[in-house]
C-alpha cells in the first residue's frame, strides 16, 4: 500500500520553511526520503529506522513518529536548489523493496 | 562514483514490439529493482531482484518480465509492448539485507506507438 504524501504541491519563496508529510497504514521499518529534480534520478536524502529518531542534513531534516506511523520532512530557508519533487518510500517489513507515495512537488522561487 | 546506468535513455516503439531496458550498476549490490513513474503515481514497483538468478514480482509486474543473469545487471523486459507501456522506467540497486539508500539511474523514456 502506498504511504499517503501532503502536501501534493508547494510553492515558497526563497528563505520560507516547508513541512513535508507520509503516512502509512502499516507498522514501518524505516522510512526513506528522496528528491528528484526534474529530468534527473532520485537522490536520497536520508533514512529513519523505528525509534523515534530526527535525521538532520543541513537546513533539511525528518522526523519518524512509530506511534502514527508518520514522517515529516523540514526544510528550512530554502533555497532555488530545494525545487523538485520529493519522495517517500517506506519499509514494511525489514529488507522490503520500498513503496514509494506519490510524491510532494517543491518549487522555490527568488 | 557509484553509478546505476541505464543503457537507453530515450526509446519510441510500436505495439506488440519486445523492448529490452537494461540496467547495470557497479556497485556491486545484490539487490536491483525497477521501477515505473507516471505523472500523479509516483513509482511503482514492477519487479527485483536480490540474488543473481532471482526475480520476484513487485506490484505491477502484468506485462513484464525480468532477467538477472549477471549480479551487476537486471534486465527489464516487455514481451509485447503496449501504448499503456508509456512511461518513465527507473533502475536501482543498493546494498542487500541491510536498509540502505537505494542508488537510481537516470531513468528510460519508453513511448509506445
Known amino acids: 500500500q502506498q504511504p499517503v504524501q501532503s502536501p501534493q504541491a508547494v510553492i515558497l519563496r526563497e528563505g520560507e520553511d516547508a513541512v513535508i508529510n507520509c503516512s502509512s497504514s502499516?507498522?514501518?521499518?524505516?522510512v526513506h526520503w528522496y528528491r528528484q529534480k526534474h529530468g534527473e534520478a532520485p537522490v536520497f536524502l536520508m533514512i529513519?529506522?523505528?525509534?523515534?529518531e530526527q535525521k538532520g542534513h543541513d537546513k533539511i531534516s525528518a522526523s519518524f513518529n512509530e506511534k502514527k506511523q508518520q514522517s515529516s520532512l523540514y526544510l528550512t530557508a530554502s533555497q532555488l536548489s530545494y525545487s523538485g519533487t520529493y519522495f517517500c518510500?517506506?519499509?514494511?517489513?525489514?529488507?522490503?523493496?520500498?513503496?514509494f507515495g506519490k510524491g510532494t512537488r517543491l518549487s522555490v522561487i527568488a | 562514483d557509484v553509478k546505476v546506468t541505464q543503457s537507453s535513455r530515450y526509446l519510441v516503439k510500436r505495439t506488440g514490439e519486445k523492448v529490452f531496458l537494461e540496467c547495470v550498476q557497479d556497485?556491486?549490490?545484490?539487490?536491483m529493482f525497477w521501477y515505473r513513474q507516471d505523472p500523479g503515481l509516483g513509482l511503482r514497483l514492477i519487479y527485483f531482484?536480490?540474488?543473481?538468478?532471482?526475480?520476484e514480482k513487485g506490484d505491477i509486474p502484468e506485462g513484464y518480465s525480468v532477467s538477472r543473469e549477471k549480479k551487476e545487471r537486471f534486465s527489464l523486459i516487455l514481451e509485447s509492448a503496449s501504448t499503456n507501456q508509456t512511461s518513465m522506467y527507473l533502475c536501482?540497486?543498493?546494498?542487500?539485507?541491510?536498509?540502505?539508500?537505494?542508488?537510481f539511474g537516470e531513468g528510460s523514456r519508453l513511448t509506445v506507438l
Open positions: 531482484s536480490y540474488d543473481v538468478k532471482m526475480k
Open positions: 556497485m556491486d549490490h545484490e539487490n
Open positions: 529513519l529506522l523505528k525509534g523515534g
Open positions: 536501482a540497486s543498493r546494498q542487500g539485507t541491510i536498509t540502505g539508500e537505494l542508488f
Open positions: 518510500g517506506t519499509e514494511f517489513p525489514r529488507n522490503t523493496p520500498l513503496v
Open positions: 502499516k507498522a514501518l521499518y524505516s
